[in-house]
């Protein structure tokens, strides 16, 4: 049976290397001269550091347009509350998503079943698993997935004849 597989995961190479990139732009830049301001990465989290709300705001803008540039989808991020840690001091937890919700899973898999199309979608843990009869079939569920789903980055994998 033809089948394949919607996850929503970012890939860290891709995060890594726009988190690498923003805090080298970040030391560059002539309004962040002096400044306490970078992105650390710790495995799914990211921290922006900077000495004001203002040049916060400025951090998270130099991140979110180099990881557009390295297409990392910013609908991945989940923005924390800001937080103080000294003086004027303040930073912000951003988690990055993985893996589709169960109340998001069974929304995509109730659009599928209501679609009318020829297929089966399984919750198979953070991911969903669609199979049909027809490779036709399948890549119309892809195209209305992309059409009607738009909370969420997906990515369609694990193609199979």
């Known amino acids: 049976m033809p089948s394949f597989d919607v996850v929503s995961e970012a890939s860290q190479v ?3 290397n726009a988190v690498d990139q923003a805090n080298k732009e970040i030391t560059t830049r002539f309004d962040f001269k002096g400044s306490d301001a970078r992105v650390e990465q710790k495995e799914r989290e990211l921290t922006a550091y900077a000495d ?3 040049q916060l705001s400025q951090v998270r803008d130099v991140l979110t347009g180099k990881m557009s540039k390295r297409n990392v989808d910013v609908r991945f991020l989940d923005l924390g509350k800001i937080e103080k840690i000294g003086g004027d001091k303040v930073k912000q ?5 993985n893996g589709i919700e169960s109340e998001a899973a069974k929304k995509i898999q109730r659009l599928i079943k209501d679609s009318k199309i020829k297929v089966q979608a399984s919750i198979q843990g953070d991911a969903l698993r669609v199979t049909g009869t027809k490779r036709d079939d399948l890549q119309s569920t892809i ?3 992309k059409k009607d789903v738009t909370d969420l980055p997906l990515e369609f994998n694990n193609f199979r004849d």
Do not use: T
Not at 93 to 97: D, Q, R, T, W, Y
């Open 14 to 16: 891709e995060v890594k």
């Open 52 to 54: 004001s709300e203002f």
């Open 93 to 97: 937890v951003i988690k990055i998503k």
């Open 143 to 145: 195209a209305m997935l």
